[in-house]
């Protein structure tokens, strides 16, 4: 039965380490406006087709990643943005954010792991 179970992770495990042929990556580094790493930054991934937006923070080195990620072959699919921490508008209870800096828009193609760095551009 441990065997099973061992043989049934490791297949798993292998099935996960492939880049998937028809899915792309994105990864990148989250910058301050003075070029040094931005650690715990929240970034936005938008996807402009579907005017859908992912948001993950980035790690204690300013690193982030995207994965599983729709193909785009047009260069405009894809944005990334820099957010502001959450803060309450006063009187709405309503937390909201700000987009501090905007990467420009790049293509994602099958297989691919794109790097991507984004930078806020307001102090």
Same mark, same amino acid.
């Given at each position: 039965?441990?065997?099973?179970?061992?043989? /049934?992770?490791? *297949?798993?495990? /292998?099935?996960?380490?492939? /880049?998937? %042929? #028809?899915?792309?990556?994105?990864? =990148? @580094?989250?910058?301050?406006?003075?070029?040094? %790493?931005?650690?715990?930054? *929240?970034?936005?991934?938008? #996807?402009?087709? @579907? !005017?859908?937006?992912?948001?993950?923070?980035? #790690?204690?080195?300013?690193?982030?990643?995207?994965?599983? +990620?729709?193909?785009?072959?047009?260069?405009?699919?894809?944005?990334?943005? *820099?957010?502001?921490?959450?803060?309450?508008?006063? =009187?709405?209870?309503? %937390?909201?954010?700000?987009? +501090?800096?905007? /990467? %420009?828009?790049?293509?994602?193609?099958?297989?691919?792991?794109?790097?991507?760095?984004? !930078? *806020?551009?307001?102090?």
């Amino acid at each position: 039965m441990i065997r099973l179970v061992l043989t /049934a992770l490791l *297949v798993t495990l /292998a099935f996960d380490a492939q /880049a998937s %042929p #028809d899915t792309c990556r994105i990864t =990148g @580094t989250a910058y301050d406006y003075t070029g040094h %790493p931005l650690p715990a930054a *929240v970034i936005g991934l938008m #996807d402009r087709q @579907t !005017k859908q937006t992912t948001y993950r923070a980035a #790690d204690a080195n300013a690193a982030f990643a995207f994965a599983d +990620l729709p193909v785009d072959i047009s260069g405009q699919r894809y944005r990334l943005d *820099v957010v502001s921490p959450a803060i309450e508008v006063t =009187g709405s209870h309503i %937390p909201t954010r700000s987009i +501090l800096g905007i /990467a %420009p828009a790049f293509a994602c193609g099958a297989g691919q792991r794109v790097r991507a760095d984004v !930078k *806020v551009e307001v102090r």
